[in-house]
């Protein structure tokens, strides 16, 4: 049964966990921030004004790779195309994560935890389930979170209103936890990193007035920044969003960044009919490639620069050559089975995919 916010009741009741956990540590928070904004010469008033921009204008990116085989189509791109929604890993079976979303698997176990059983009441089913982005606060090219796709879609601000956040990665099970409208937790960790560091979510040379200015300047006008920033490569560094309620290509969606290896081929071309038909912004980041025989042994395994070489058109890897990679494993199983198994391949085609983002040159 749905609400009148449309969100179900095992929705609404995550969504009510999360912000009593939040208010929890609350005030904990706030004298976080109070500290570092007086250390900073932050005034209030302005750190009040960027807050108020973040709660209004503050943006989810859903990372996926569009080529990847998807339960029932041919690909990730077909299945968005013609069903015009984005699915839980519950309903898919895939992830660019944990390959763990059923039933007594350890995502589920990370979900029952992390939301109080909200979604182990009796009615609850998989279609219920929160689907996995990260907040767009960098508007890096290649996204907040490129790990997890070369491609992403920006959903308009509305959908973080009923969305949870972690600090990092839920599977680590991250102690600072949020909603938008309670959100200080959040805000005292990348306040703290910014001071400590000079850096949080991926943003380089990062103090805490930059923090607030770039809050201040950017978040309503997320394109005056898309295109003309360098990639951000980063990996490990996001703030997760977990999304409670239907996400629908046509009303939840504004842009499209795809990667521009798919361009000119079937799959670039799929992802301009759903552009097309769903009112989509369609944009193409400057994407990733590198030669096989630069890629690295010393990062994400000695395994990685063979597998380059196995998987290399014209001696180059990109996002398309890792995804046809990826369709001829699970096609044909048996020609990687001198290389290892089919999950143990699965595991390494998604490491090159972080050495190309890590290494790689810009594709155009």
């Known amino acids: 049964m749905q609400h ?38 932050i005034a209030e008033q302005t750190f009040q004004e960027a807050y108020a921009k973040l709660r209004s204008h503050a943006r989810v990116a859903l990372h996926f790779h569009p080529d990847r085989p998807a339960m029932g189509f041919r690909t990730v791109t077909h299945a968005l195309l013609e069903q015009g929604s984005y699915r839980s890993q519950f309903e898919t079976g895939i992830s660019n994560g944990s390959l763990t979303a059923y039933p007594g698997g350890v995502r589920d176990l990370w979900e029952k935890d992390m939301f109080g059983g909200a979604y182990h009441l ?10 996995y982005g990260a907040l767009d606060f960098g508007f890096h090219p290649d996204g907040p979170a490129p790990s997890f796709g070369s491609c992403y879609f920006l959903l308009y601000p509305g959908v973080s209103r009923r969305s949870t956040f972690t600090y990092g990665g839920s599977q680590d099970a991250p102690p600072e936890k949020g909603t938008l409208a309670e959100f200080d937790d959040m805000m005292a960790a990348i306040l703290k990193d910014t001071f400590s560091r000079d850096y949080a979510l991926g943003m380089k040379e990062l103090t805490p007035g930059k923090w607030v200015y770039h809050l201040l300047t950017y978040l309503e006008q997320p394109y005056r920044l898309l295109l003309e920033r360098e990639p951000s490569r980063n990996l490990f560094h996001y703030i997760e969003a977990q999304v409670h309620g239907s996400i629908h290509l046509k009303d939840d969606v504004e842009f499209l960044v795809a990667d521009p290896s798919f361009k000119g081929m079937e799959i670039g071309s799929i992802l301009e009919q759903l552009c097309t038909k769903y009112g989509i912004k369609l944009a193409w980041h400057q994407g990733f490639q590198m030669n096989a025989a630069d890629v690295p042994s010393t990062y994400r395994g000695p395994a990685m620069p063979s597998l380059a070489q196995r998987i290399a058109s014209n001696q180059m890897i990109n996002a398309r050559v890792i995804g046809e990679a990826v369709q001829e ?10 290389r290892g198994s089919q999950g143990e391949m699965l595991q390494e085609l998604k490491y090159i995919w972080h050495v190309l983002v890590r290494f790689g040159e810009p594709a155009q």
């Open 4 to 41: 009148d916010n449309g969100l179900t009741k095992s929705q609404a009741q995550a969504i009510r966990h999360i912000r009593e956990y939040a208010l929890q540590r609350k005030i904990e928070a706030q004298q976080v921030i109070d500290q570092i904004l007086k250390m900073s010469n």
């Open 122 to 131: 009796g009615e609850s089913s998989d279609s219920e389930r929160p689907k």
């Open 329 to 338: 494993l699970m096609r044909e199983p048996d020609r990687w089975e001198t």
